[in-house]
């Protein structure tokens, strides 16, 4: 066979032809140039993905594809990194040369790759055949042999120590990411028979901006009138007037009903068209934020018919599905992945993280994305302690050297700066006389319930007797949320139904549920909700009476936002805090100090409210201190970074236990029989074993609930549940309309089984 005729992949099923290994190696190239350059690893970039795949060129992969792969649909089964990764090892060094040896099933841990390295010098069939793969591509790509280093960013080279240690941490995942986006998009191009890769055009955020607050004032004039419009307009306008100033990391310190998530938006856009650049990544704790805000988001950013209509600006992206594999075979099912080519992102803290701490390729691929962005992170206090140490960490480093800025947005802002990864870091704030702002938007009176006489019996039963028509209750748990829900609804049959919402519920069902509510309580209409944390934290709903099981402060303050939230209430709104004898409570360790914590400064007299700034700053000192310092809030995961072990740091940064979190598709059978071929479509393009693009994963995840590992394992034994793609499974079983996937009321799986 002669060099002139390497290829990289099979032929297209829709050009018919074969994807050339020049025409692959050059056009990723430039595409990761292209990314690298935002942060200034332009040369490194394109160089990584230059000889990510020259190992492809040796003979046996080449018949492999043409023998095996191609007519049997099968994987080549012959490796292909080991000549690449040599080759970044040599000219761009050692750290470098992970991103090639890991493109496909993830960044390895260093010494991993100096035992390749090793066994590259020897004679054995790995180095024999990278030698020759070597050897035939370089007279295709003479470049990819260089008489000089790749040029690496001039920030990194004075650096010695730790501080380069996990600055080269970053750089190497910042640089793998753009590899990789570069590789599926130059893949994806190829099988969906287009002659270049699908990009995003540039977008002009000063229109953005200026269509922001054209329809913000809209929006503003068709709502009723509040008593607090006047106080939200002042954090508006202080917000957009901070975003004037120069790129670092922000405080955004205002009162639940304040109006954050607008004020945020005004904020990040001003700044992003003021500082030329490129995007806006909203990132949420609870999928349910990020359900309302890109709702928000929409309606005040997407284009319209008046715009000309055009392509979307926002993306809602909250899905944890896992599409990697170590394998080959996993190459079409990564394509999946969402890569944010778009201006407005709007996730879930969890995917933003999981992604910065992770060694996959589909998780990573969109990383370099946040180079020159805004990340607005809000209600920033949910971030768990036992991992803020990498987290404000890596955070710095975006501030410092990717030309991002961050916003720290909260009501009940934890003090960071008194952590030593931000030590020196300047602290802008953006609102005025926070003190000032949380007198005057004081709306609710607390109630406390601690004694050991407190049941869920006792609480239905005061609920029913005092808190009337509209009343919400928020737990810790979902089988709590579930027997509450239980009890209410069984002292009260003949009523409106008890609404329920918790993350075992599909989001587009929790959507349906939080409309019902809104419109219920905006018709004076009877409405009881029982809920898990999700609804605490940012979701735009105003009852007159809130219960919320002893937790955190900072959560109780968060619940009480939904209490006589715009202020219309003759009297002050009544928030009871219960602590149940009976109820469950996470085991989390950051948790426990967090209680611990709360229980020394919040309660009845003398003891303060959950509002009181004083209390709250005294109570993150004691919450901190408790966890016995850098130890217990991450700092392991900052030596494996440190020591560049990328797939033990992700092993140990898990924003959620392991134990939790995995995806299920639910195809629920109020849904038309169109609605339900569509979704089952989806799920077969997934299937699929060709690529698919992230569309699919998109449009299933208003059909996504979230259930814990083991019960998805036992399910999938008992054929409740059938794998689709990655870690992703579709429900076979019962889905309950009030509860979704109840906890309370399964099905017996034994009859499931064959």
Avoid at 189 to 213: K, V
Avoid at 292 to 307: I, K, T
Avoid at 532 to 549: K, M, N, Q
Wanted: glycine fraction near 8%.
């Amino acid at each position: 066979m002669s060099s002139r005729q390497l290829y990289a992949h099979s032929r297209s099923s829709v050009s018919g032809a074969r994807h050339t290994l020049s025409d692959h190696l050059r056009g990723s190239a430039a595409l990761a140039r292209r990314f690298g350059e935002v942060f200034g690893a332009g040369e490194l970039a394109e160089y990584l993905a230059l000889v990510h795949d020259v190992g492809k060129g040796c003979c046996a992969w080449q018949d492999g594809l043409l023998q095996k792969a191609e007519p049997e649909g099968k994987p080549v089964g012959i490796p292909h990194k080991e000549a690449g990764t040599r080759l970044a090892a040599e000219y761009a060094g050692m750290p470098f040369a992970a991103a090639v040896q890991g493109h496909h099933g993830g960044l390895p841990d260093h010494q991993k790759v100096k035992d390749v390295l090793a066994a590259l010098k020897g004679s054995g069939p790995d180095a024999m055949a990278a030698q020759e793969a070597t050897r035939r591509v370089t007279e295709l790509i003479p470049e990819i042999t260089r008489t000089d280093k790749v040029t690496l960013p001039s920030w990194l080279l004075p650096l010695r120590g730790a501080d380069f240690k996990a600055e080269t941490d970053l750089l190497v995942r910042m640089v793998f990411s753009c590899l990789v986006d570069a590789d599926f998009l130059d893949t994806d191009a190829h099988f969906a028979g287009r002659t270049a890769p699908r990009l995003a055009p540039a977008t002009d955020m000063r229109a953005l901006f200026e269509r922001f607050e054209k329809r913000r004032a809209e929006f503003l004039a068709a709502r009723p009138a509040s008593p607090v419009d006047e106080i939200r307009a002042r954090v508006f306008a202080q917000a957009v007037a901070a975003a004037a100033c120069e790129p670092g990391m922000y405080v955004l310190h205002a009162p639940t009903g304040g109006a954050k998530t607008i004020a945020a938006g005004g904020f990040a856009l001003r700044h992003a068209a003021e500082h030329g650049m490129r995007r806006v990544v909203f990132a949420v704790p609870f999928i349910s934020i990020t359900q309302q805000n890109a709702e928000v988001y929409r309606s005040l950013l997407d284009p319209r018919a008046e715009d000309g209509d055009g392509e979307p600006v926002v993306l809602e992206h909250h899905s944890s599905v896992d599409l990697d594999e170590d394998s080959d075979e996993s190459t079409w099912a990564r394509l999946a992945a969402d890569n944010w080519d778009v201006p407005v992102v709007v996730t879930t803290m969890v995917q933003l993280f999981q992604s910065l701490f992770s060694a996959k390729p589909s998780a990573m691929r969109k990383l370099h994305r946040l180079a020159g962005s805004v990340i607005v992170l809000d209600e920033v206090q949910a971030l768990p302690d036992r991992l803020l140490n990498p987290i404000l960490s890596v955070l710095r480093g975006l501030v410092e050297r990717y030309g991002v800025t961050v916003v720290l947005a909260s009501a009940t802002q934890p003090d960071f700066w008194s952590l030593s990864k931000l030590s020196g870091m300047p602290r802008r704030g953006m609102v005025e006389d926070v003190q000032g702002l949380f007198a005057e938007l004081r709306r609710v009176t607390y109630e406390w319930q601690l004694g050991d006489d407190v049941t869920w019996e006792s609480v239905a039963d005061d609920i029913e007797e005092r808190a009337g028509d509209q009343v919400l209750a928020v737990v810790n748990t979902t089988r709590d949320s579930a027997r509450l829900h239980r009890l209410l609804t069984d002292r009260n049959p003949v009523c409106d139904p008890v609404l329920h919402l918790s993350t075992r519920m599909t989001a587009e069902h929790r959507r349906e549920v939080i409309a019902r509510i809104r419109t219920r309580l905006r018709k004076g209409l009877p409405v009881r909700v029982v809920s898990t944390s999700l609804i605490e934290a940012g979701v735009d709903v105003d009852f007159p009476w809130v219960y919320r099981t002893w937790a955190p402060a900072e959560s109780l303050q968060q619940a009480a936002g939904r209490c006589n939230r715009d202020g219309r209430m003759a009297e002050n709104g009544t928030v009871v805090v219960f602590r149940p004898v009976d109820g469950g409570t996470p085991k989390d360790l950051s948790y426990i100090a967090a209680l611990e914590a709360t229980e020394e400064f919040f309660g009845p007299d003398p003891l303060a409210d959950p509002d009181d700034l004083k209390a709250l700053a005294g109570y993150y000192a004691k919450r901190y201190a408790l966890q016995g310092g850098d130890r217990a809030m991450g700092e392991r995961i900052e030596e494996l970074r440190r020591a560049w072990d990328f797939p033990q740091v992700a092993r140990e940064f898990q924003m959620i236990d392991d134990v939790y979190g995995q995806s299920v598709v639910v195809v629920r059978d109020q849904k038309t029989a169109e609605e339900q071929d569509a979704i089952w479509a989806d799920i077969q393009r997934l299937r699929a074993p060709y690529t698919s693009g992230p569309e699919p994963l998109r449009r299933l995840q208003p059909h996504t609930a979230t259930l814990p590992r083991h019960e998805v394992t036992q399910a999938l034994r008992t054929g409740l549940a059938e794998p689709v793609v990655g870690d992703l499974v579709v429900w076979r079983g019962h889905y309950d309309e009030l509860r979704g996937l109840d906890p309370d009321d399964r099905e017996d799986s034994s009859t499931f089984l064959l």
